[in-house]
Nanobody, 113 residues
Framework: QVQLVESGGGLVQPGGSLRVSCVAS????????MAWYRQAPGKQRELVAI???????TYANSAKGRFTISRDDAKSTVYLQMNNLKPEDTAVYYC???????WGQGTLVTVSS
C-alpha cells in the first residue's frame, strides 16, 4: 500500500508564502497523477490543483495565479507553492493519488496576522 506524507504547513502572515510537500512511498510515483486538496474548518474538502504524470497542471479558480503545483519524480515528491496567501486559505492541505482513494494525513496551513 502506497503511503503519502505531507509536511511544510505552519503559520504565515497574509501576503506571505509557504511550500507544502508530499512524499510517496513505493516506486510507482512517476506513473501517478497527483492532487492537492484542502479542507477549511466547517467546510467540505475541495480540490486545489492536479498535476499529471507528464506535468500538465490544472488549478481551482481560488488557486490560479497564486499557487503552483510541481513534482520531482526522483524524490517521489509533489509540492504546492502558495504565494500571496489569504486568511481564507487557512485549511488542512492533503495530497492524494488522483485516481485512487489514497490520501495523506494532511498538514495545517494557518494564514493569520
Amino acid at each position: 500500500q502506497v503511503q503519502l506524507v505531507e509536511s511544510g504547513g505552519g503559520l504565515v502572515q497574509p501576503g506571505g508564502s509557504l511550500r507544502v510537500s508530499c512524499v510517496a512511498s513505493g516506486r510507482m510515483f512517476s506513473t501517478y497523477a497527483m492532487a492537492w486538496y484542502r479542507q477549511a474548518p466547517g467546510k467540505q474538502r475541495e480540490l486545489v490543483a492536479i498535476i499529471s504524470n507528464r506535468g500538465a497542471t490544472t488549478y481551482a479558480n481560488s488557486a490560479k495565479g497564486r499557487f503552483t503545483i510541481s513534482r520531482d519524480d526522483a524524490k517521489s515528491t509533489v509540492y504546492l507553492q502558495m504565494n500571496n496567501l489569504k486568511p481564507e486559505d487557512t485549511a488542512v492541505y492533503y495530497c492524494k493519488i488522483a485516481q485512487s482513494g489514497i490520501w495523506g494525513q494532511g498538514t495545517l496551513v494557518t494564514v493569520s496576522s
